[in-house]
Structures are given as C-alpha cells and as structure tokens.
C-alpha cells in the first residue's frame, strides 16, 4: 500500500510541533522572537496534520505504518485509520485557530512570562493529542496519554502565583491519575488475553474474552476516559481546571483534550473490544443524558464566564455519549444502519463542541485581555467597543444552544432522530429510555439556549456594570482572526452539512461495517435525511436561503412604513421610571433566579442578607447580600470518600512505624510470598 | 421548483391573512364569554397596520441586536408556517424541515426575542427574558415527549408524513395515548403561546407579565413585526396541534376543489380550538410564576403516560 502522502504529511506535523517546542525553549529569553517561532510553527504543524487528514479521509483505507523500537511489547506503530483521521483533522482546525489567536494574545506576556516555557508545553500538547489520536500500540498510546496529562497540568497551574490556580491543578493531577491508572489496567487486561501491544491484536483477540473479561475492561476503560471527558459524576475537576488556564490553552482543554477521552471510547468500545453487550450502551446513554442536564444545570448557576463554559462542557459530552451509546445499543441489536447514524451524530457533535467551544473560550479570553475579568456581573455593553469578539460570541452562542442553521442543530437533529428510531428498534422496556432521553435533550438544549441569553445578553448588551472607568478596546486583529476562523467553520459546517456528512462513510465502514453517510443526504443533495425512507429530513441551507429571502420583504415594509417619520434614538422607556443606570440593570444572577427556584432540589441554595440602617428598616443604608449553591457532588461524593481514604491511610500508618525490624520483615515475606506465587502461579 | 415556488407564496398569503384574524376572533371570543363587547374581529389588523405608520424610537442603550431581533422573530415564524401542513397534508417546505426545525426554529426566534429583551439594560426587559426562557425551557421536555409519540406512530419527524398517516386513521385520536399526547401538547400550547393561566397577554402589570415585558422597549414598526409574528407563531402551534390530532378534511392535493374543502375543515378546526382557548383563559386565574413549573410537570406526566400508553395498547 502507498502509504507516501499520508505517513510523510504526518511525520512533518509532529517534526514541527516537536521543533516548535525545542525552539521556543531555545529562544525563551527573546521574547518577542520566540512568540513568532512558537506560534508559526504550531500553525505549521496544524496545517500539516490538517493535509494529512483530509488525505487519510479521502483515502477510504487505513495507513498503517511501524517502526520497530527494540523493546519488547513497544513499537512506534501508527494507524491512520478513518476515525484517527477525523480526530486529527478536528485538532487541526482547533490548533491553526489557537496558534494565530496566540500571536496577539501572548504579547501581554511579554517581559512578565516565560513564553519560551509556555511554547513548549503549548507544543507538547499538540504532539501527544496528535500521538494518541493515531497510535497503534497500547504502550505508545499510554505514553502520549501521560504525556497529554502532565503537560496539561503544567498549563492549568501556568499562573501559579494564585493559591485556587495551584488547588485547581492538585486536583486535576489526581483526576488525571486514575484516568491513567483505568486506562492501564483496561490495556494490562487486553494484553494478557492478546499477548500483544498491538491495537490490531486486541481487535483479533476480542472474540477470545469471556463476557467477564470484557465487562471488566468496558468498566475500567469506561472510568478512564470518562474521568478525562469529564462525564458527571467525575467531572468535578473540569469547572475548576478549565478556567485558570490562559484563555487560549483553556479553548484546547475543553475543545479537544476532552475528546481525547470520546476517541478512546468510540476506539475501544466500537473498534477493540468486540460487540459490546447492550447493558454497556444502555450505560453509555444514562451517563450521557445525566451529563447533559446536570452540565446544563449547574452552567446557568455560574457567573464566571470560563466556569459557564467549562460546565457547558460536560454537557455537550453528554450529547455525545447520548449518540455513542445509542450506537452501541443499535450494532448489538442488529441495525448497523441505525448505529451508523448515531455514530455520525455523536462524532458530528464531537467536532461542532470542539469548534464551538474553543470560539467561545477564545472570545471569553478576548473579554478578559480587554477588561481583566471573567465576573460577567461586572461587565456588559461590551458590543460597542469590542463588536467583532461579540459578533464571533454570537455565533458561538446561537451554535452550542443548537438553533437552526448552524452547526450545533444539525449534530443534535441526528442525535434526536437515532433517539426516535432507538423506540422501534429494540424491545422490552428499555426502549422507553430513548424518548425520555429525547426529552431530556429538549430541556438541556432550551436550558443551554437560557445560559447562553445570559452568557451574551450579560457581558456584551446593555451598559457596562460594574462601573469599570477604564476604556476597553478590542481585541488585536490576530486574535479576530482565529475566532473568525472558527466562527466560518460554525456557519460552514451548519450550511455545508450535507457536503460535509460524506466524510462520516468511511469511518462507518471501517467501524460497523455499514456504509451510511452519503444516503443521509436527500433532495438533490439540499436535505440531510434521517437515513428511513420517509423518516424526517432537514435542511440547514434551504432554511437560511428562505430565512433571507423572507427577510427582504420585511425589510422593505419596515423602510417604506418607517419613511414618515425619523426614527429617534431617545432614553429606554422602562415602564416610565426615569435615569436609567447600570444599578438597575438585570443581573446574571437575577437573570437565573427563577430557574434556581424550580430546581432548588438539586442546588440547595443558601442565601444571606444583612440590611444596614439606622432608623427604620425599610430605609437601609446599604444591603449586604450573599448567595451560594451546594456543590452537591463534592458534598456527598467526594468528601466523604476523601475522608474514608484518610482514614484508611491514617490506620495503615500503623505499619509503617519505623522499626527497622519490621520493615525486613515485610521484605521477607513478600519474598517468600512472590517465591510461592512463582511455584505455583 | 415553480410549482414549490407556488405553493409557499399561497401558504405564505394565508398565514399573513388568517393569523391577526385568529388573534382577533381570540380577542372577540373571550370579551364576550364575559360579558364584554370587546373590539371587533377585525382590530388585531388594523393595530399592526396603525403600528407599521408609526414613528419609532430606539433607546441609546441598545445595540444593533435591538434591531435585528424583531426581522428574526417575524422571519423565523413565517418559515415556521411553511412547514407545517394548514389546508393540505403536503406542505410546501415539509422536506428541509419536520417538526424538531419547527420547535428550533421557533427556539431561534425566542432566543433573538430574548436578547431583545436584555439589551435595552432596563429591568423589566431583563425580567421578561429570564421568564420567558425559565417556561420555555421546562415547557420542553413535555414537548418533546408528545412530539415523539405522534411522531412514533409515523415513524417519521416530516410534518406531511405525519399528517398523511393521521388522514389514514382519521379517529385514532380516540386512543389513549393520542389523548393524552393531546392534553401534554394542548397545555404548552398555553405556555408557548403566552395565555392565562400562564402569562397574560393582555396585561402590562409589572409583576405578572412575560412576553409583553420583553418587548416593553419596542415601538412603531418593529414592534408591529414581532406582534405580527407572535400571531403567525401562535396560528402555526395551533394549526399544528389541530392537524396533528385531527386530520379531518385535510386535502391530499393542491386542487382547488381539495383546497377548498381543506380550508373549510381547516378554518372550523381552529374556530373550535380557539374556543377551547378562550374557555380555558376564561375559567382559570393566572398562576403565579412558580406554579407554572407543576402545570408543566402535569403536561411531561401526560407526554410519559402517553408514550408507555403507546405500546400497552
């Protein structure tokens, strides 16, 4: 096979990332040399990478290549598969966005941080997600995963003078350690039934594992990359880590360092461990649904602009693992046809959050660059002076709420219609979990769209709050440049989906062994259809063109009708009161108050206020007010399991009391332990 | 292409026609149930036009989004109104949008409506907003899940399948779970329609209202385009719930003589649901805002019973 254009594009991309990363070590004391090095050959690497994936999409077969390593078990062996391509081509186009919004935004940088350091890592990064999305053995796998974790770390704590910046990165440390340690116990398990490292050998051996063995490595890879995706209940360090990070690295966290954990499941669970029992999917698709509206849920509580996002985050995992569960569900029950589509949904999706996300981290980094703070309660009117970031958060907004005609509606329609073909599909009582879960998607997708009224409404319209006298500028143009990049995709890829679902054949036909992809496409090729003959069909682009063609007329009515009189720019009415001011003004809080009260189960919301006056209570000085919701997770979850470690650990302390003694006696019997073990094993 | 082309300007005269008409007669209907003489039916046309002749003025808060927001949520109802089927089961756009772009096509235009709202910076608007999308959003689920039951029986989410399937079994809205569907769908009706008992329309007390705090801002034209579309979004719900439910009559073709029977089932059809409305916003007080969550648990109780309904019976 020619694996030429592939293999060799490929290795160009890691060859810049990893020259990007010595570089910019090299130069760190040139600061603003090294801003130029480390964002052009990051661009470089991005541009490379996204080549090769297109290459490796439109080739139809899978590239393989292996360099030998000379250890046992481990080999520098790669699979360019359709799925790893897909993957690739989503870090490409998040990356190249990255790179040209970074040269404006390390210039603030300059003489105060290392971006020689920062470069590095920034480089890292890119290199082991590009590793671990196309590597072939389990070994080289884990090594970019680690990789990916630690370097991570080291940006989440980049502004480490700040003690919940250092706690935010303990945290994720720990997190990141047993995702590793699942992951490693998942492949140990594989390779003891394999006797290889090979991803190919697995695949082979898959028919080999008792249902024991694969429920065990489906748990255990399911923990791993669950933890790393962020899926509730073991999201609690992603609204922490997230946010702290710089803005731009905290668009590639939750953009594409989360899929890393989506592509190790649709790896595994679809490509590695065989035909998963339904019990599996049926897990996939509850965890999904409980992401999806806990995410949503505590995402309207935040006010911190990077925190919204970073809880929006885990919803939309959950939208994917909705799609990836109803995947497996259907490929056991016998409808490739139907797994196809999901599986399309759910890779659909993945690529739209990746985009969607990092667009609007990128805008949330611009506001902060401009104003210095992710508190939206002090910020607002932010459209007059920045209306490009605004113009680009816009996108964003109406994209991730998932309103027709951008990208975010056509993923969640085909998640909606594998939903709806998921009740016909199977039997017993199950099958009433695919409508509910069509219904809890309904209420996280209007959620989402309330969230994100007042993400935009709070920080860009109205007046500024706060009273911030300091005039705020826009955005350099380089940083407009990369959101205005990711912003086309969104438009691009929402008008363009019927085009842009023929790359998904592929990837089915390599995954499930069905070809769906370009008989989802109906009409002539204007309509994406639900893949059943007369199941439902949507068109994201005919909708636009009518949405404008309707426009006109309206347009024109409003002119002609409007040529009597001039209209006037004069003070808000506001129901007669007079001298409107930014302290009347609604807040995000208020914004999301009557949402607190209806689901005050699930918030347990304290409030405090204290009234200072002097004569009368009704004439008070000056108000002192305090709200709060309960993390119920930390609270019920994850304290008292830390507790029970500590206590665990205190009383194992027991044995460690420092007498020499004991502690050769602890040798000897695990000597003659491990000798008996080897006897008889 | 022409003949699409033909289709969607008749449907898009009749939703410009009938949709202030069916506001009117609402209007007309509920006077007199208590007692009122009320204004004739014909007054919701004269308000838009009186609107459109209008001077505006904008407040300096606001930012272009003041704007855009009443083209988008006209824009948005109308194409709303041609995907769905009014007189005939064929509707003229029915194949680049079923019944999820309908629900999300209308999220659009309350997204923009919202943002409207909020963007003037005064309290009432923001009041408004958070309101509205706080209903909208627990309106949903119940939504969603009375969708998926009809839609289930079609296997299909294309209005016109769904509405040629309905024409097959003209009485099958006798079964259970089509009743229950009913009632879940009948009760958001209410919700995303902005009646008693939860918003009143015709109220501009500060504490109870929702959908007219949001506009508070808006005048002349601008607001003749969203009140127009608020009448085209309510015609469209209700035609869908009536369709949906009850095909009598609904013409196979594009006939005249198809038509003409079709729009006459079609107009009594909604005259009767109208006054199911107006009985209803006659008989009930406006709840309180956070009753309104429980109204809508009712209506989610009645899309789950109606979808387990679906395969026991």
């Not at chain 1, 360019?80 to 998040?94: H, K, Q, S």
């Amino acid at each position: 096979m020619n694996t030429f254009p592939v293999a060799t594009i490929f290795t160009l991309s890691v060859a810049f990332y990893s020259a990007g990363a010595l570089a910019s070590l090299a130069t760190w004391q040139k600061p603003a040399l090294c801003r130029y090095l480390c964002c052009g050959s990051a661009l470089a690497g991005a541009s490379f990478g996204g080549v090769a994936a297109v290459l490796g999409i439109l080739q139809g077969t899978p590239v393989r290549w292996s360099v030998s390593s000379g250890i046992p078990l481990f080999a520098y062996s790669f699979n360019y598969d359709a799925l790893a391509a897909f993957f690739n081509l989503t870090l490409a186009i998040l990356a190249s966005a990255v790179s040209i919004y970074s040269f404006g935004y390390l210039k603030e940088f300059e003489g105060k941080r290392n971006i020689g350091f920062f470069g590095f890592l920034f480089h890292l990064l890119l290199l082991s997600l590009t590793i671990v999305f196309t590597a072939a053995n389990a070994f080289l796998f884990l090594i970019g995963w680690e990789v990916m974790a630690l370097v991570a770390y080291g940006l989440v704590t980049f502004y480490h003078e700040d003690r919940e910046t250092r706690r935010a990165g303990l945290l994720y440390m720990v997190m990141a350690h047993i995702d590793s340690g699942c992951v490693l116990l998942g492949f140990a398990l594989l390779m003891q039934v394999s006797g290889s490292a090979d991803f190919a050998s697995f695949r082979t051996a898959a028919v080999h594992l008792s249902s024991g063995q694969q429920a065990a490595a489906f748990v255990l890879f399911f923990l791993g990359f669950g933890i790393k995706a962020g899926v509730i209940p073991f999201h609690i360090w992603l609204p922490a880590a997230h946010p702290v990070a710089p803005s731009n690295i905290s668009a590639l966290l939750s953009g594409i360092v989360l899929k890393a954990g989506i592509y190790g499941m649709a790896r595994i669970f679809l490509d590695e461990l065989g035909v998963l029992p339904s019990w599996a999917g049926l897990l996939v698709l509850i965890v999904g649904v409980a992401s999806a509206v806990l995410g949503v849920l505590y995402a309207l509580m935040e006010h911190d602009l990077k925190r919204l996002l970073a809880y929006h985050s885990i919803e939309n995992i959950g939208i994917i693992l909705i799609g990836l569960g109803a995947a497996l569900v259907f490929r056991v029950a016998g409808h490739p046809q139907l797994a196809a589509v999901a599986l399309i949904a759910a890779m659909f999706h993945t690529l739209n959050h990746a985009i969607f996300k990092c667009l609007l981290f990128l805008g949330a980094g611009s506001v902060l660059h401009s104003t210095g703070t992710r508190n939206m309660e002090e910020l607002g009117g932010l459209i007059r002076p920045m209306p490009v970031t605004a113009f680009c958060f816009l996108i964003g907004a109406v994209a991730i709420s998932g309103l027709p005609p951008l990208n975010g509606f056509v993923s969640e329609w085909l998640t909606y219609q594998s939903l709806l073909a998921g009740f016909g599909a199977t039997g017993g009582l199950t099958r009433i979990l695919f409508p509910l879960a069509g219904s809890m998607l309904a209420l996280t997708g209007a959620l989402a769209a309330a969230c994100f009224v007042k993400a935009f409404a709070i920080t860009f319209l109205a007046l500024p709050r706060g009273g911030k006298s300091s005039p705020v500028h826009e955005a350099p143009r380089s940083m407009l440049v990369g959101m205005g990049w990711l912003a086309f995709s969104c438009v691009a890829l929402g008008l363009g989906a019927t085009w842009f679902l023929r790359i998904f054949g592929t990837m089915n036909e390599q995954l499930l062994g069905s070809r769906v992809g370009t008989n989802l496409i109906t009409a002539r090729g204007w309509a994406l259809s639900a893949g059943t003959p007369h199941g439902g069909s949507v068109s994201t682009s005919v909708i636009a063109i009518a949405l404008l063609f309707l426009l006109i007329p309206a347009v024109v009515v409003v002119s002609i009708a409007g040529r009597r009189f001039a209209r006037r720019r004069g003070p808000a009415w506001d129901c007669g009161l007079p001298g409107l001011s930014e302290e009347n003004e609604y807040t995000a809080t208020a914004f999301s108050k009557p949402l607190r009260m209806i689901f005050s189960v699930l918030y347990q919301p304290r409030r405090e206020i204290q009234a200072v006056f002097d004569v009368s209570p009704y004439f008070p000085k000056a108000i002192h007010f305090e709200s709060e919701i309960e993390p119920t997770f930390e609270k019920r979850l994850y304290v008292p399991l830390k507790d029970l470690l500590l206590r665990f650990a205190t009383q194992m302390r027991a044995i460690q009391g420092g007498s020499i003694h004991a502690y050769l006696a602890y040798i000897f019997v695990t000597l003659v332990l491990l000798l008996l073990f080897g006897v008889h094993p | 292409m022409t003949v699409l082309l033909a289709k969607a300007g008749l449907q898009l005269l009749l939703l410009l026609l009938v949709a202030p008409l069916l506001s009117g007669i609402i209007k007309t209907l509920k006077a007199r149930l208590q007692t009122r003489r009320g204004p004739d039916i014909l007054q919701s046309y004269r308000d838009i036009l009186k609107l459109f002749r209008k001077g505006m003025v904008i407040p300096e808060t606001a930012s272009w989004i003041f704007s855009a927001t009443p083209y988008i949520v006209f824009v948005t109802a109308v194409l709303v109104g041609l995907m769905i089927p009014m007189a005939a089961t064929d509707a003229p756009l029915s194949l680049f949008g079923g019944v999820l772009a309908v629900v999300y096509l209308l999220a659009l235009g309350r997204f923009f409506l919202a943002l409207g709202g909020l963007d003037a910076g005064s309290s009432f608007g923001g009041l408004g907003s958070s309101r509205e999308m706080t209903i909208s959003a627990i309106a949903e689920p119940a939504m969603m899940l009375a969708i998926f039951t009809v839609a289930l029986a079609a296997s299909s989410t294309n209005l016109s399948e769904m509405a040629k399937v309905a024409v097959s079994q003209s009485w099958k809205f006798l079964a259970p779970s089509q009743m229950l569907a009913f009632a879940a769908l009948f009760i958001v009706l209410i919700a995303e329609t902005g009646r008693i008992p939860v918003d009143n329309p015709a109220t501009h007390l500060e504490l109870t209202m929702i959908h007219e705090a949001m506009i508070l801002e808006y005048s002349g034209p601008y607001l003749a385009l969203i009140e127009y579309g608020s009448s085209i979004k309510q015609l469209v719900l209700m035609t869908l719930v009536v369709n949906t439910f009850f095909p009598f009559g609904l013409s196979s073709d594009w006939t005249l003589r198809g038509l003409g029977v079709g729009l006459l089932f079609y107009f009594t059809k909604m005259l009767l649901l109208a006054c199911l409305i107006v009985l209803v916003e006659t008989t009930n007080a406006k709840l309180r805002l956070f009753r309104v969550p429980e109204l809508l648990m009712v209506s989610f109780i009645f899309g789950a019973l109606a979808l387990i309904s679906t395969f026991l019976f």
